[in-house]
């Protein structure tokens, strides 16, 4: 038998997600919580296989309630249920734990499938959800804009940044003031920037001076 705490601020979702689940043979919803800090305390105390939780709630949203609760019982098993596919909200709750991420828009019988993937230990995600996980990892994957300047460009940049002008950097680095001028066009396109003061601001940024 699955137990399973249920946390939403909306009675009527609790009262209907319970009853549905609390039907199936080997389910049994054996608390309830109607905002993230009960939440937090009935399942560090009583432990279920599964909890459910809603992002937005009083007290305590249920990203900072799987925070707390993964703190203090990292083998905690957290399945978010949320009308919410924001990226500032998906990425924060898997990031502090959740195993899981369903939408209220999903069937009540593929949250129940959900449960029990999860408790057999099978994250599962709502596929806009992996949709914009994979966005991410190939955004972070994707090489730094500055990784694609050449060695002579980064002496170049980095002269710019301690406010060199084109002549003062051809005079350091015994090239032509037309071959700095290239340089310099090279690096601003490489970097996707307008002007100089952009690819200074660029270099700072990102830690390069």
Known sequence: MISILFADDHEMVRIGVASYLSAQADMEVIAEADDGAEAVEKALQLKPDIILLDLVMKEMDGIEATKHIMAKWPEAKIIIVTSFLDDEKVYP????????????TSKASEIANAIRKTYGGEPVLEPEVTGKLMNQMRRQSSPMLHEQLTSREMEVLLRMSEGKSNQEIADQLFISLKTVKVHVSSILAKLEVADRTQAVIYAFQQGLV
């Open 93 to 104: 709750a898997l990031e502090a734990g959740a195993t899981s991420y369903m939408l209220k």
